[in-house]
């Protein structure tokens, strides 16, 4: 098992993380320029895109709790050493402390020394601190592409 | 969650050796961290408290273990904040380079 947990406070509603999280408008200004897609059904599918289309992962959704829980089931399309380890999961959760939201995303797969989740856990803090920035100052960090 | 705390975290060589040993192998129990260091588990326990308070852990429950994670996020806000955007490649560039020589000499 390859796996790891990020977590984030943010000064927000658990509500406008949520609409952040699954809103491809909202994906693509924090998420290194990708955009989160899917009609957010258990068993529908889920995929981020690149602005000109391309597609960089796939899955589908496993579990859906607005705001409080999101499981989709994750796999690389892009680099062919990534997509041959499968799918991996991803878990969103959000809980309120006080007046802050705080966000845990949980990154696992079950194999050891897993590539995918070493390449995605170079993104991740990086995501989540321009989320935080975007949803407590209005604007994402820039120099994302 | 402020800075402070995470200033305050990392100001301790014991604390960074934890983050050190959970960045070599991520998600390890209490008992997995004590044999890897020379303190006592109350010690390492405390430590652990006041890193999962600056939010520099993250810790998850397995049965009756809790396992802990290294979570660099807030390490992350505070380049943000000081790198900036642009110059990041650039200070990237800048350790690789000091990397690349200590290892030769």
């Known amino acids: 098992m390859s796996k790891f947990v990020y977590v984030t406070y943010i000064k927000t509603t658990p509500e406008k993380l949520w609409e952040a999280l699954v809103t491809p408008e909202f994906t693509k200004q924090y998420w290194l320029g990708v955009s989160q897609v899917s009609d957010w059904i258990v068993g529908s599918p889920w995929k981020l895109v690149f602005d000109d289309g391309r597609v960089a992962d796939t899955g589908e959704v496993l579990e859906i709790d607005p705001p409080r829980k999101l499981v989709v089931s994750w796999q690389n399309e892009f680099r062919p050493e990534l997509k041959e380890e499968g799918h991996s999961r991803a878990t969103f959760e959000i809980a309120s402390v006080g007046e802050l939201a705080m966000l845990t995303v949980t990154h696992e797969i079950d ?26 100052t209005g604007k994402a960090l820039e120099g994302w592409r | 969650m402020s800075m402070d705390a995470v200033f305050k975290a990392l100001a301790d ?11 070599a192998k991520n998600g390890q129990t209490l008992g997995e961290l004590c044999s890897e260091l020379d303190m006592t588990r109350q010690a390492v326990t405390k430590h652990l408290v006041l890193l999962e308070g600056a939010n520099l852990i993250a810790t998850q429950k397995r ?32 350790a690789d380079l000091k990397k690349m020589l200590e290892k030769e000499s």
């Open chain 2, 63 to 94: 049965g009756r273990e809790k396992i802990h994670y290294i979570n660099p996020v807030p390490i992350n806000d505070i380049a943000d904040r000081w790198i900036g955007k642009f110059e990041r490649h650039r200070v990237r560039a800048l």
């Open chain 1, 111 to 136: 194999r050891e020394g897993s590539k995918l989740i070493e390449a995605v856990s170079g993104g991740w803090p990086a995501i989540l601190s321009s989320l935080k920035t975007l949803l407590e």
């Open chain 2, 13 to 23: 060589p014991s604390r960074r050796r934890l983050l050190d040993l959970l960045h």
